[in-house]
Structure formats: structure tokens, C-alpha cells
């Protein structure tokens, strides 16, 4: 596998579109199309949440055709927009296969913004013509841009991995930023690649790539309406079908996925820190991933990772009522390689050493149940003034 | 039922006592004890959290005893610290029954503050004798002060009620603050009445008016490893047993929670508003209360309520996550006769009138789901600024 610089451009067979269409601002980026040449095999993780998007609906009917294109808009989500709502996607999403010669069902469409307004369609209609006119593989240096919402970066990469019948690339995007919680991590991405993969191959794939990613990340425990991650990869006569072949595909996808996933716990409101929560020594997988989120959701927890404070004890409270099976004095937790507590005992530790691990925007925390073999890792943020500034002025 | 001026002074048979121990900072009431002169009924409520401090663990053990006094310091939790932590309460809850001629399994103690340190025992040995010679019915008065850790003003109240065999007084204290949530939303309170109650209506009672009261209100989710509500109440030969007397009683008990849980949301660190969340029309009363736990826990919705933004859409997708059955198209949200969103659809408001409702330190939120006859109301916080400060600078 080899990491590329740049990203959705380096994938043949794609184009990329991004406008502004002025759908509640009127100077950004917030109207943009991925278009394949070939049809595409696709597949897609959507949110759990029992209130979900227009799009998320449209998407879940169409995920199974061929795709020939996704139309995506930031700064309006189309949820709790009622049938009108729904059949907006399905006029917008019509509109473009028209204009490109497609199939109706072959057009998905994801929305990301506010929730409970109905988008102006006669202004998107209005901007098909151009979107469709600027498609261009360079255009996928922009996209990333065009789907954000109160993302600070836009996140993007590319990697290449080899196989027996050729080279192939796969190329990621992804907007997340607050609701970023396990069970559908992040609002919105986007995975495309030329490498051949058979349906069912890429639905247990993308699957499991999403589980080791997106669903290990969290930064506010919210879970939004619009979740949705989708791949393409073009139908062929000749899918790659070794087994060594699927495994670089898999391992170069997760690879993509988790560097992803890191971007948007970076990039979580107002997060000036990354920490990852290891648990080890649970009595079960289970208990180890509910110990892993308890902790890594715990405003005490993640308030104290901004004050720089080594404060094991909210560490030990978020353990204890996480559901997990767990004994005071078998407990253990160090952050990095220092021993904060050890079987239920506090460490005397240095504070110094302690205290430059606490000043790094980048550490891990080890916390060992001591009474089995299952672990489980998250990845969480700290929170700061930042994010109820970010989330108390992002307004309906 | 008659509201008194003043708090647990006022209930004849018991006495208090609270001085500076120095036990974590040199100049702040952080000791105290409640006396009572006869030997009590008790009933105790306790955190589930499956890591718990030394004292709720004496407690637990106790709690169906005669209880003739509780013990009760701030600034230090005496949790995560082992068989020595243990035998500290055990050692002062000894020394305070010789000083006062009682039994040495009477004495109840309880623990407020950081994690993982040793009570400094001998230095509050010590102050026994202090403690004890100070004991009064006034220090009443400044008890809800000793007990407080980032709590911002002390809490106590109390009431009289009728009964056929004479007027009887309840008064309650607690302190709270941050790790407020459901199943055991105090860290502690403290209740004492001179009504002679039976040990099994006192449990019954106890145990429903905590799930009235501190089991439905919310500040950050966290749930900690010390919280603990006990009642007192004198060992009799005539306890009540008519219905209404009981009822009486009862209500007067889950006044005085109700008024306590209130207080402490109010006080909910760094909050500034106060907004009771009413979830109606769920299938179940299950249901209900998920939905509303959900919408009260959301970081979302709390911060959306900080920055006086009726951001509605938050609401609908945390009651959408919440487990609880919800169908888009039954679903309304109103902030208090203002409604928002009606069977799924938003509805065309006054800005002018809501924004004086999101204006007001105290505010309801009523969502309906419409598909049912059950419903639950929980009561939380906006989560500001200083939240985030004071739980980020509360350091180990």
C-alpha cells in the first residue's frame, strides 16, 4: 500500500463538481456531485437514529442499483422535511440523471446542515446545468470543501495498493465535526476507487472498515439524522476475486476509513486534544467496548483531558457504571507507559514527566479491568469553551 | 403541608455539628455530623455505580441498624482507596460512637471530593471531640454549607404536616453539582424528620420520592461513586399507620426532594437556565422516560438552550436515538405553548414571543410523540462556558 498526496482526483473513472448554490450562504461551497463514467457497485452505513433524513430514505432505496453519481449539499440536512421533503431529493436526483443520461434510481443524494427547513429546489435546479458542466476529476481537490459545515479542514486522502491483475486507488472524503458518535461516526463520507469489487464483497467490507473507524470514534455522544458513508467502485467483468487481492483492498480501505475517522476526532468542535482509550483485560469484548465508550463519552472525563488534569478517579467512575464487569481492585490505568493506579491502588507517579505527556495534543490512556483478555480502543477528543461556543451559536 | 422558613434546625430530636477539619483546604467548613437523640429508623439510597467509595460500602451495611449519627466530610471522596480507605471510615464512625456512648455499628458516614486519596484521619480524629461538644439543633444552619464541593449556595429546606397523631416536621440538605444523573442524581442529601415512621414504609417511601426527585433530573450524564441520600427518622412505639397520615407523609417527603433535586439542577455547574423536559403520547412509560433522558442528556439540545436557540431539530434527533418508538409524522415539540413542530412538520412561529421564553431562567419543553398514552418529565441544565471551566480547573 502506498499513500498518495492528494486525494479524490487520483482515482480514474471519477469526476468531481462543487458550486455555490447559495443555499442558505450565499458566498461557499455547498452544492457538489461525484459522477462515475462506469456504473458503480455501491454501498452504504446510515444512521441508527429512528429520525432520519430525505436523502438517508432515498439512499437506503437505491443503495443496491447501480450508482451513477451522488449529489450532495451542505448547510440544510432535508430532516424533519416531511414528503415534501422527500420528494425534493426525488426531483433533484431525477433532475441530474436527466441531464447526465442516467437512470433515475441511479442518482443518491446526501444532505448535511440544519434540520426542518425545506431546500430551495428551484435555486438547485437552477445550478445543475453548471454542475454538471464543471465535472472534472481535479474538482475532487475541492469537494471535501464544498461538504463541510462547522469543520475547520477539509478532510481528504488517497492510497494505492497493488494486486495481481494491476495498481488500484482508493480515495476517501469525510465532514463530521459535532453528533460524532459511535454507531454512525461521522455526518458524511465519501470513499470511491477503480478497483473492482463484486457487491457482496464490498458490502461485508465496507461494513467491517466502518465498524474499526467511524463506530470507534466519539466526540459528543450525539447521533444525527443524516449519517450516512458510502463507497463506489465500478461494476466489471473481472472483479478481483484472490484472496490476497480482497485483503489489500481491505487493508488499503481501512487504512483510508481510520485515517478519516483521526481527522474528524481532530477536527471535533472546539477539540484541542486526541486521546486514545485503550481497555484491555475485560471479561468480554462487550464489556471492554462498553468500559472504552463510557469512558471516551464522559464530559468529566474529556473536561479533564482540557484542564490537563491526570484525573483517574472520573476514568474509574466512567468504567464503573459503563455496565462492564469490573472490580475496584483489579483495576489499572496509566496514562501512556505511567501507572496512575495499579489494582485498585493510586501510584505515586511523576508529576512532571506526567504532566509534558498531559501538554501533547496526541496520548493514549491504558485502562486494564485485570479480570479477562477482551480489549477495545476509542478514539476521543477533550472538550473546551470552544465547543459550546461552536454548538451555542450554530442557530437555527 | 406548611413550608418553614429554614432548614433541618427545625426538626425537633436532632442536632448538628460543622467545623474546618482542614482535611483538603485550610479555611472551609468540611466536617460535620448529624446527631440524633434517639436511635433511628434509616433508609439509604445508593449510586450503582459498580466502583463506590469506602463509606457508601459502611453504609450499605448499616443502613438497617438504629442509626444514631451520620458522618460527613467534603473535599474527599474516600473512594479508589482500598482496605485502608475502608478501615478509616470504620476507625471514625468507632471513635465518634465511643465519644457519644453508642453503638459503633449506628454511626453512618459519607464522603464528598477527589478520588484516590486517604482521609487525613488523625488530624480529624482529631476534631472529634470538637465536633461533638459543637453539636446544636441551630448548626443546622450551616451543615448544607459543610457538605458542598462546587456547589455555589447551600441547599435545605423544610415543611410541617398534620397528622392524627400530631404535627410532624420534614428538613432536607443536599449537595450536587457536576456528576448529577439519573439512578442517583445527588451526590448527597440528607433528610430528617420527627415523624415516627416504620423501617418498611420508610424504605417504600424513600425509595419512590428519590425516583421523583433525584432520579429524574440531569446535568452531565456522569453518575459518581458517592452519591447517597439517607432519611432518619426516630425509632417509636407509635409509628403511623393510617392511610392518610402516611400519605401525608409522603407527600411531604417528596416535597422536600423534589424542591432539593430542583435546587440542585438550578445549581448544576455552570448553568444558567433550568428546563423541564415533558416527553407525552410514548407507547410506554419506558419509552417516555428514555426519550426524555435523551433529549435532557444531549450536548446538543443543552447547549442549543445556552445559546437561546430553539434548535427543535437537535430534540427530534436525540429523542430519535433515544431507543424509544418514534415515528417522524406523529412527532411534536412546543417551548411552553409555542409549538415548533406539529405531526412532524414545522409550524410557523412568533420569534418575538419565543424568544422571550428562551430569554427565561426557566423554560418547558413538551414533545410529543403521538402514537401513545404514556408519559415522564425530567428536569435539566444548559451546559455553558463554565461548565467546561470549572470542570476542567477541578483537579486532582
Sequence with gaps: ?????????????????????????????????????????????????????????LCRERINNPVKAILINATNANACTGTEGYENAVKLTGNIAEKINAEKNSILMCSTGIIGHQLPVSKMLDSHKSLVEHAAPENGKILPEAIMTTDTFPKSLSVSFETTIGEFTIAGTAKGSGMIAPDMATLLSFVVTNAPVSKADLDCFFKSSVNKSFNSITIDGDMSTNDTAIILSPDSNEYLTKQDDLNNFEKALTYVLTELATMLVKDGEGSTKLVKINVKGARSHNDAELAARAISESLLVKTAFFGKDPNWGRIAAAAGYSGAEIHEYCLSISFENIPLLQNGKPVNFDMEKLGKILEQDNFSVTVDLGIGEACATMITSDISYDYIKINAEYST
Design 1 to 57: 500500500m502506498k499513500i498518495l498526496n492528494g486525494g479524490l482526483e487520483n482515482v480514474p473513472g471519477f469526476k468531481y463538481s462543487a458550486i455555490k448554490c447559495g443555499i442558505k450562504y450565499s458566498d461557499r461551497l455547498d452544492y457538489s456531485a461525484i459522477f462515475s463514467e462506469k456504473p458503480c457497485n455501491a454501498s452504504g452505513v446510515f444512521t441508527k437514529n429512528k429520525i432520519f433524513a430525505a436523502p438517508v430514505q
